[in-house]
């Protein structure tokens, strides 16, 4: 059975809470999933493919997961690779919204070394219950809609779009 590894790193639990959908999508189509922070993270061997997610905030990802891409840039590029990002709020096409934005410009390079499989965009969700002072601040300072917007049914399919890709039989 192949082993995937679905690492994120969350500022705010809902990005976990992504990973935790798509890891078990993953089971549901019979692959072993983990399902971890990045930072818990130490060893890619025992893993034949890897997810790759984090939480997006003006416009970067949280650093845990660009350093985690950056420092296995070599071991993520030997197995195929999926990434995702999770962030805008709001109604319509988070790629709409973000004008095609799906990764941060810095960590493209790092990706075109890695040639990822997918790189997908999901809504994200802003809970100022779970935000300190600041955070609130600025949320309210550039009007981002509260509330949370992640398109559980999209995220199921590309997750369910990943087990396809795993599992498809080669061409004899």
Do not use: C
């Not at 690492?7 to 639990?13: D, G, L, N």
């Not at 995702?84 to 990706?111: H, M, N, Q, R």
């Not at 965009?121 to 935000?131: A, E, R, T, V, Y």
């Amino acid at each position: 059975m192949l082993k995937v590894l679905v690492a994120y790193a969350t500022k705010h639990q809902s990005t976990q809470e992504i990973a935790a959908a798509i890891g078990s999508e993953l089971r549901a189509g019979g692959l072993d999933a983990d399902v971890r922070p990045v930072e818990q993270v130490t060893d890619l061997n025992p893993y034949q493919a890897v997810v790759l997610g984090s939480a997006v905030y003006a416009g970067q990802w949280q650093g845990d997961a660009a350093a985690f891409l950056t420092a296995r840039q070599a071991e993520l590029a030997a197995r195929p690779v999926w990434l995702f990002s999770s962030g805008p709020t709001g109604e319509g096409d988070p790629l709409e919204l973000l004008k095609g934005w799906k990764l941060p410009e810095k960590l493209k390079p790092v990706a075109d070394q890695i040639q990822p499989r997918d790189i997908a965009l999901f809504h994200g969700s802003i809970d100022p219950q779970k935000m300190n002072f600041f955070e609130r601040m600025i949320i309210k300072g550039v009007k981002a809609p509260v509330g949370d917007f992640r398109d559980w049914d999209a995220i199921r399919a590309w997750a369910r779009s990943i087990v396809q890709t795993l599992t498809a039989q080669p061409e004899p």
